[in-house]
T-cell receptor
């Protein structure tokens, strides 16, 4: 149980284009989803938190107009990187938390590796 | 600023030995603690959670929590080369407030790299 999927697993795009990443909770309802970014050999960095049906809460320094987050249902959240540039190349990971199996635990998706040329 | 601290390592142990990973946290009122394992190039996967003082065992893994001293540790018995990974300690923020929202997010340590030598 508690499986989170992400799509795509990797994407390569040209500078200036937008990329959408999907995060789905497959066997539980995710009341809260989190989006992280991780650069090589660095720590996880929380970008934003989204509650179903509400606007996302962004961490300091994260541009909300550049990283658009939508949490339209209890099983799906999307992250759109708008006008992507090479410095946005990173490993983007979502995690989800719901009432079951545990209200506390976050379960991570497999991640999406974004490369911007 | 609430913090979770870990030694970055690498922690090198021989196969079959006990690996001991430690973590300290700054918020004395924290209630929920987690250990995640992250293989290189992969996302974190949950090992176990712990909420009460003392030990919690799950297979070869034992989490230990001491709220008075504000530390949580993870012991891995009979370490295997496949245990080689970065181990992340995480503490649930009691009330996380960012730009007007309460998130109860996890605060992660920077992780300890474990290398189990065959």
């Amino acid at each position: 149980g508690a499986v989170v999927s992400q799509h795509p697993s990797w994407v390569i795009c040209k500078s200036g284009t937008s990329v959408k990443i999907e995060c789905r909770s497959l066997d539980f309802q995710a009341t809260t989803m989190f989006w992280y970014r991780q650069f090589p050999k660095q720590s996880l960095m929380l970008m934003a938190t989204s509650n179903e049906g509400s606007k996302a809460t962004y961490e300091q320094g994260v541009e909300k107009d550049k990283f658009l987050i939508n949490h339209a249902s209890l099983t799906l959240s999307t992250l759109t990187v708008t006008s992507a540039h090479p410095e946005d190349s990173s490993f983007y990971i979502c995690s989800a938390r719901g009432r079951y199996p545990s209200t506390d635990t976050q379960y991570f998706g497999p991640g999406t590796r974004l490369t911007v040329l | 600023q609430k913090e979770v601290e870990q030694n970055s390592g690498p922690l090198s142990v021989p196969e079959g030995a006990i690996a001991s990973l430690n973590c300290t946290y700054s918020d004395r009122g924290s209630q929920s603690f987690f250990w995640y394992r992250q293989y290189s190039g992969k996302s974190p996967e949950l090992i176990m959670s712990i909420y009460s003082n003392g030990d919690k065992e799950d297979g070869r893994f034992t989490a230990q929590l001491n709220k008075a001293s504000q530390y949580v540790s993870l012991l891995i018995r009979d370490s295997q080369p496949s245990d080689s990974a970065t181990y992340l300690c995480a503490v649930k923020d009691r009330v996380g407030v960012n730009y007007g929202g309460a998130t109860n997010k996890l605060i992660f340590g920077t992780g300890t790299l474990l290398a189990v030598q065959p």
